[in-house]
């Protein structure tokens, strides 16, 4: 089946260290995002990319980097200067007038 | 700046009572503005669309949206909520390649 494949469902890291969420989609869509969400505030964007090898900043990138070598990976590192890391991190593909999440990622920084 | 605003961020409801949950939208152009529902835990499960044309639209689970273009606004109904429905609302907006949210609108549903 199609679709948007996150992992790991959980990740638990230590304080200073970065860490990458990986994004895998098999829809051949060109454009992928990625989305933080907190309780009380929502989606907010980090970052998204309408093409290989290229990419924009969303509302909130500081403190977070992306790669897209290739159409179905989107991976997202967390680095240490991100404040506060922990959150629930969900990412999209965008397709025609739809968007395709993942199941998520739920990140906690000890 | 183009946003989505969900005003209300709790609502209580009893089982069997309607449902609306408000949107409200600041685009330039009519956007593409979409529903979701996030349930604890999960990822988010889309309940409805709209792009253009009829201005009620229909979803799953019983819900409809109606588009108001004098009132920037793409308001969620449901007639007789279930105890199923308790869950985080999130309207969305997007143009292009874009998609920004609202905050969400919490439901809980009372017997």
């Given at each position: 089946?199609?679709?948007i494949?996150?992992?790991?469902k959980?990740?638990?890291?230590?304080?200073?260290?970065?860490?990458?969420?990986?994004?895998?989609?098999?829809?051949?869509?060109d454009a992928?995002?990625?989305?933080?969400?907190?309780p009380?505030?929502?989606?907010?964007?980090?970052?998204?990319s309408?093409?290989?090898?290229?990419?924009?900043?969303?509302?909130?990138?500081?403190?977070?980097s992306?790669?897209?070598?290739?159409?179905?990976s989107?991976?997202l590192t967390?680095?240490?200067?991100?404040?506060?890391?922990?959150?629930?991190?969900?990412?999209?593909?965008?397709w025609?007038?739809?968007?395709?999440?993942?199941?998520?990622?739920?990140?906690?920084?000890? | 700046a183009?946003?989505?605003?969900?005003?209300?961020?709790?609502?209580t409801?009893s089982?069997?009572?309607?449902?609306?949950?408000?949107c409200?939208?600041?685009?330039g152009?009519?956007?593409?503005?979409?529903?979701?529902?996030?349930?604890?835990?999960?990822?988010l499960?889309?309940?409805?669309?709209?792009?253009?044309?009829?201005?009620?639209?229909?979803?799953?689970?019983?819900?409809?949206?109606?588009?108001?273009?004098?009132?920037?606004?793409f308001?969620?109904?449901k007639?007789s909520?279930?105890?199923?429905?308790?869950?985080e609302?999130f309207?969305?907006?997007?143009?292009?390649?874009k998609?920004?949210?609202?905050?969400?609108?919490t439901v809980?549903?009372?017997?």
């Amino acid at each position: 089946d199609g679709g948007i494949t996150q992992s790991p469902k959980y990740l638990f890291r230590k304080e200073g260290q970065n860490v990458t969420l990986s994004c895998e989609q098999n829809l051949n869509h060109d454009a992928m995002y990625w989305y933080r969400q907190d309780p009380g505030q929502g989606l907010r964007l980090i970052y998204y990319s309408q093409i290989v090898n290229d990419f924009q900043k969303g509302d909130i990138a500081e403190g977070y980097s992306v790669s897209r070598e290739k159409k179905e990976s989107f991976p997202l590192t967390v680095t240490s200067a991100q404040k506060n890391p922990t959150a629930f991190y969900l990412c999209a593909s965008w397709w025609g007038t739809e968007a395709f999440f993942g199941q998520g990622t739920r990140l906690t920084v000890v | 700046a183009q946003s989505v605003t969900q005003p209300d961020i709790h609502i209580t409801v009893s089982e069997g009572a309607s449902l609306e949950l408000r949107c409200n939208y600041s685009y330039g152009a009519t956007p593409y503005l979409f529903w979701y529902v996030q349930s604890p835990g999960q990822g988010l499960q889309l309940l409805l669309k709209y792009f253009s044309g009829d201005t009620l639209v229909q979803g799953i689970k019983g819900f409809e949206a109606e588009f108001k273009r004098s009132q920037s606004s793409f308001n969620l109904r449901k007639p007789s909520v279930h105890w199923s429905d308790a869950a985080e609302y999130f309207c969305a907006g997007g143009d292009d390649y874009k998609l920004s949210f609202g905050a969400g609108t919490t439901v809980t549903v009372r017997a």
